[in-house]
């Protein structure tokens, strides 16, 4: 029996104006020194003709952006227009498979088809690839796009070849070598995770090391610290036979195995080489927050599920049906891998439910911080509807909550010469489902005052991740 429509679902259905504003009505106060771009990207639409993508992950990307300048806001938001983009709107109907949804029904489309075309529907983050702005998913197929306009210019091309199919949206930056870390899972036997490095202003990427895996885990992030690169291996397996077979959507080919528990490999970043590898129960995440080296042992704070069933949990028909089923936040764990032992331990930092985290990444990504931003949950079937404040080390939490409203991903802004790592804002995208538009919300960091909110005359497709541009940055560092 189907509980009662979610009280989010606007959040799950198209935007259907793409355009270009300025002066947005601001409630509340802009501080003056805010002079940037706040760049996302996410779902435009879940729906291509009569067809419907099934999951959340799936919908064709759009852009939006906040532009920040004397205390005014304007706003543009355009579809990216990849490949996947615009093979849908010629033909009327999905063309790539994605995340969770086939484009392969018939047995005669999987034969005459058999290994799936990848997707460059770039729908989960906005990344530096040498010096260019680019929408990035989980194939290796960024789409370079014009900060200004937003509009799509053309798929990053890497000059190297280096093996993999399969990405991360999250890649890490080192900034000590101006480089960012990053892996690709190689699918073809023998498989393997290709780690490697990339020098801000360049488009080849170098190989740092090639670690042989028997069966490739769907790993969504990874973590950092100032040596060492870690994968944590979570038991959901490829079945590469289930995947060219199948005809099922790319996810539906992993298995859940918690009898092999979830493995942490440690790996240098100067030899590419695994120096450690413990393991823990059985666990699933998809975003790390943080890592840092201590002592003998290696911090990792993620945010963890007991198992896979929130990839489950947030299929359109979980979210939309039985909001009681979905799950939208997981729990902020400190693991500590010890360099000594075989067993990696956790402890738990907060009892309120995290997702979407974000930290004072230039600050404090690799070293020990005090403070991490995420999404949260207040009751059960109420999908995302608060921000958190996690100071990790007082184990203390601040929320923000408003009626009726979804708040999205929390970036944080540091303010100029900021001393403290909280001196700052926070900006999030909300769905005010009431009066069926989205706000951009400016908070405090530290003090977590509502400073602002700037309306939008229609809503926005809830989004993933996205990252603010600093236009006095003498180099474009992201914050991840
Ligand atoms: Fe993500």
Redesign the pocket.
């Known amino acids: 029996m189907k509980n009662s429509i979610a009280p989010y679902q606007l959040g799950f259905s198209a935007t259907h104006q793409e355009g270009e504003f300025d002066g947005l009505p601001v409630q509340g106060t802009i501080p003056q020194w805010l002079r940037g771009s706040l760049i996302r990207t996410g779902p435009g639409t879940l729906e291509v003709g009569k067809q419907s993508y099934h999951h959340w992950f799936d919908g064709l990307a759009m852009l939006r952006k906040f532009s920040f300048e004397n205390g005014k806001v304007s706003f543009a938001n355009r579809f990216l227009e990849s490949q996947a983009y615009q093979e849908a709107k010629a033909k009327g109907k999905i063309s790539r498979g994605e995340f969770g949804t086939t484009a392969r029904h018939s047995l005669w489309e999987r034969l005459s088809d058999p290994l799936p075309r990848l997707t460059d529907n770039a729908t989960?983050?906005i990344t530096m690839q040498g010096d260019r702005v680019a929408s990035v998913t989980e194939s290796p197929f960024p789409i370079v796009f014009d900060p200004e306009t937003l509009r799509t210019i053309e798929q990053f091309s890497y000059h190297d070849r280096v093996p993999g199919q399969i990405t991360t949206?999250?890649p890490h930056y080192d900034f000590k070598e101006d480089a960012l870390y990053s892996y690709l899972t190689n699918l073809v036997p023998t498989c393997s995770y290709s780690l490697y490095r990339m020098n801000l202003h360049s488009n080849q990427r170098e190989l740092v090391g090639s670690i042989p895996v028997k069966r490739p885990a769907y790993m969504?992030?990874f973590a950092m610290t100032e040596h060492y690169i870690v994968l944590v291996e979570f038991p959901l397996l490829l079945n590469r036979l289930s995947l060219m077979l199948s005809g099922k959507p790319y996810i539906e080919n992993y298995e859940w195995k918690p009898e092999q528990g979830t493995r942490f490999l440690v790996i240098s970043k100067d030899e590419g080489k695994v120096v450690h590898a413990a393991k823990s129960e059985a666990f699933f995440g998809?975003?790390h927050v943080n890592a840092f080296e201590q002592e003998d042992e290696i911090v990792v704070d993620l945010i963890a599920y007991s198992n896979s069933s929130v990839i489950q949990s947030l299929y359109l028909e979980t979210l939309l049906h039985h909001p009681m089923q979905a799950i939208g936040a997981g729990e902020l764990r400190r693991y500590h891998v010890s360099l000594n032992q075989s067993i990696a331990e956790y402890e738990v930092l907060t009892s309120e439910p995290l997702e979407?985290p974000r930290i004072n990444y230039q600050r404090c990504n690799t070293h020990s911080y005090q403070f991490a931003y995420g999404v949260g949950n207040s009751r059960p079937g109420n999908f995302i509807d608060q921000l958190v404040k996690v100071d990790v080390q007082n184990k203390t939490t601040e929320i923000w909550r408003s009626l009726d409203c979804y708040p999205g991903e929390p970036v944080f802004v540091a303010a100029p010469n900021a001393t403290l790592e909280d001196e700052g804002v926070v900006l999030s995208v909300v769905l005010n489902a009431q009066k069926e538009n989205s706000f951009l919300l400016v908070l405090d960091a530290q003090s977590w005052r509502e400073l602002a909110r700037v309306q939008l005359s229609y809503h926005l497709t809830f989004d993933?991740?996205g990252q603010y541009f600093d236009p006095t940055a003498s180099t474009q560092h992201l914050h991840r």
């Open positions: 989960v983050n949206a999250h969504h992030t998809f975003h979407l993933f991740h």
